[in-house]
T-cell receptor, first 112, second 116 residues
Framework: QKEVEQNSGPLSVPEGAIASLNCTYS??????FFWYRQYSGKSPELIMF????GDKEDGRFTAQLNKASQYVSLLIRDSQPSDSATYLC????????????FGKGTLLTVNP | DAGVIQSPRHEVTEMGQEVTLRCKPI?????LFWYRQTMMRGLELLIY????????DSGMPEDRFSAKMPNASFSTLKIQPSEPRDSAVYFC??????????????FGQGTRLTVV
């Protein structure tokens, strides 16, 4: 079983809609969770960080974490064509070893 | 700060040749990571350093790969000999701390390696 799983997509939504991106992880002791955005040919850039169960909102982005279900999601409200990118879920494993493990990413396309 | 700086941006080499990728982390960051990204396997952690010391190299695929960090401002990833299956984008990232909130790993622009 892979450590961090994401649907590869592509996920296609119309402009203005809500895009929902999902991620599951296998290490129950995982402590920190990140969402990175990667445009084609570019490096990943952090857009959200979540540490505790529940929701965390930042502008149009909301991260949701459910540690009991080992599930983390990212909602993008009022999606814009500029949001079209690959979204990478990343997890820091439990214990003292700082291992930031990424999922393979979900390709999001927002259609004008 | 200019961010994480990697060089070269692109590298094309012949199979069997030695390849050296370079990285300058953000000043003051104690952690440095080397990742490899391919379509098939996504973004894989190869090795990471803390205060110039390698902590976890379990992701290094084979003995052909080696990484060093001689000082806080410079790291190299070497492949010798290179093989076509090493073709990928190699990212270097640095982070001030792994724990707590507002922790972020900053990525360099990557080196696109093509082995022919």
């Amino acid at each position: 079983q892979k450590e961090v799983e994401q649907n590869s997509g592509p996920l296609s939504v119309p402009e203005g809609a809500i895009a929902s991106l999902n991620c599951t992880y296998s290490d129950r002791g995982s402590q920190s969770f990140f969402w990175y955005r990667q445009y084609s040919g570019k490096s990943p850039e952090l857009i959200m960080f979540i540490y505790s169960n529940g929701d965390k909102e930042d502008g149009r982005f909301t991260a949701q974490l459910n540690k009991a279900s080992q599930y983390v999601s990212l909602l993008i409200r009022d999606s814009q064509p500029s949001d079209s990118a690959t979204y990478l879920c990343a997890v820091i494993s439990g214990g003292s070893n700082y291992k930031l493990t990424f999922g393979k990413g979900t390709l999001l396309t927002v259609n004008p | 700060d200019a961010g994480v700086i990697q060089s070269p941006r692109h590298e094309v080499t012949e199979m069997g040749q030695e390849v050296t990728l370079r990285c300058k982390p953000i000043s003051g960051h104690d952690y440095l990571f080397w990742y490899r990204q391919t379509m098939m396997r996504g973004l894989e952690l190869l090795i990471y350093f803390n205060n110039n010391v390698p902590i976890d190299d379990s992701g290094m695929p084979e003995d052909r790969f080696s990484a060093k960090m001689p000082n806080a401002s410079f790291s190299t990833l070497k492949i010798q000999p290179s093989e076509p299956r090493d073709s990928a984008v190699y990212f270097c990232a640095s982070s001030p701390s792994p724990w707590g909130e507002n922790t972020e790993a900053f990525f360099g622009q990557g080196t696109r390696l093509t082995v022919v």
